[in-house]
C-alpha cells in the first residue's frame, strides 16, 4: 500500500473491508519464501526516506518540464508555418515534434505514479492532459497496465510489459529452453535480435520509449512469480544506468529503475539522493546492484534477445 499510494487514509478505507482476521500469536508473519530481515532493512529505509523529505515533490521541477515540452511542441507546429512543408523544415519538425512527444511521456510516468503533486485528483487531472491531450493515448489504459508491471516486474502471466512472449519473442532464458522443449514456434526466434530492430523501425518515433524502458528489464530474470518479498521481486527484475545529465534527461531519470521500482511514488530528482542508501542495503544482504553505461545497457536487449533465441533454438532441434 505504502508503496504505490499516497493518501493512506483513502486506501485504509477500501483495505477494510477485505481484512478477515489477524495470525495467531504462534504464526509466522511473513511467508518462507520471502527474505525477513531485508524486508525488517527496507522498512527502516522507507522510514528514513520519509524523514529526509525525499518523497515530497519539487514543482517547480515538473513545471520547468511541462514548460519545455509545451516550447517544443509549439515550436514544431511553427516551423512548418513559417517554413512550409518541404523536407528539410519537416524533418526538423518531426525531431523537435518527437522530443517533445518523448518527454511528455515521463512526465505523464511521473503523474501516473502520482509523484508531482501531494494530492492525488491533482496528479489525475494534469495525468489525463498530458497522456489524452498531448499524447493521445488513455491514461486509465496505461495506469491499469504500469500497475501491474510494478506489482511483478518480469513475472510472466503477470506483468503486462513482458506479454510479447512467446508470440512475438521469447524472454528470459528459462522460459526460452521450457518454449523449446514443448516444440513451440510462432515467429522465428533464433532471428528475434534481428526482427526487434525492424519493430522499432516501423514504430519511429516510439523507439525512443522503448529502448529506454526495455533496458532495465528485458536483460534481467524473466520467469514465473516465485511469491518473493517487495525488495527481492524489484532487484531481480531492474538494473541502473550510470547518471549524467544527458541520461537523466534522455531517460526521464529511468536510468535510476532500482531506485523508481522501490519507491515508486518518489519524486524523480530525488532517485540520486536516495541511491547510496539502496547501494548500502544490497551491499549488506548480498544483492547485486547492476549499474551500466546507456550504449552497454542497449547492447544488451539485443544481446538477450540472441541469448534467448539461441536457447530457444537448441531446445527446439534436440530430441
Not at 545529465?245 to 532517485?271: A, K, V
Request: proline share 5%; with cysteine; net charge positive.
Amino acid at each position: 500500500m505504502k508503496s504505490f499510494h499516497v493518501d493512506k487514509v483513502l486506501v485504509s478505507k477500501y483495505l477494510k473491508s477485505l481484512e478477515i482476521g489477524e495470525l495467531a500469536p504462534d504464526q509466522p508473519s511473513i511467508e518462507p519464501t520471502k527474505n525477513k530481515m531485508l524486508v525488517k532493512d527496507f522498512r527502516e529505509l522507507r522510514a528514513t526516506v520519509e524523514k529526509m523529505g525525499l518523497l515530497e515533490p519539487n514543482q517547480l521541477f515538473f513545471f520547468l518540464h511541462l514548460a519545455h515540452i509545451l516550447l517544443l511542441d509549439t515550436a514544431a507546429w511553427l516551423i512548418l508555418l513559417y517554413f512550409g512543408t518541404s523536407l528539410m523544415p519537416f524533418i526538423i519538425s518531426l525531431v523537435v515534434l518527437t522530443i517533445s512527444q518523448v518527454q511528455a511521456s515521463w512526465l505523464q510516468h511521473d503523474l501516473g505514479h502520482l509523484s508531482v503533486f501531494r494530492k492525488t485528483k491533482w496528479n489525475h487531472l494534469l495525468h489525463k492532459f498530458v497522456m489524452c491531450h498531448l499524447i493521445g493515448a488513455s491514461a486509465k489504459w496505461w495506469t491499469l497496465l504500469h500497475s501491474q508491471h510494478h506489482a511483478k516486474p518480469n513475472c510472466f502471466e503477470k506483468d503486462p510489459d513482458i506479454d510479447m512472449h512467446p508470440f512475438l519473442f521469447t524472454l528470459g532464458k528459462k522460459l526460452s529452453v521450457e518454449l523449446g522443449i514443448k516444440k513451440k514456434k510462432y515467429m522465428p526466434y533464433n532471428h528475434q535480435h534481428k526482427y526487434f530492430f525492424i519493430s522499432e523501425y516501423l514504430h519511429s518515433p516510439s523507439s525512443w520509449f522503448v529502448w529506454v524502458s526495455q533496458m532495465n528489464h528485458i536483460p534481467m530474470d524473466i520467469y514465473y512469480d516465485k511469491n518473493l518479498d517487495w525488495v527481492s521481486t524489484q532487484l531481480q527484475a531492474t538494473c541502473n544506468v550510470e547518471q549524467s545529465l544527458f541520461n537523466d534527461w534522455f531517460t526521464g531519470h529511468l536510468n535510476f529503475q532500482i531506485e523508481h521500482h522501490l519507491f515508486p511514488t518518489m519524486p524523480r530528482h530525488n532517485y540520486w539522493k536516495v541511491a547510496p542508501l539502496v547501494k548500502s542495503l544490497c551491499a549488506k544482504h548480498g544483492i547485486e546492484y547492476q549499474c551500466k553505461p546507456l550504449l552497454t545497457a542497449f547492447a544488451d536487449i539485443v544481446h538477450s534477445l540472441k541469448n534467448s533465441g539461441e536457447l530457444w533454438l537448441d531446445a527446439y532441434l534436440h530430441k
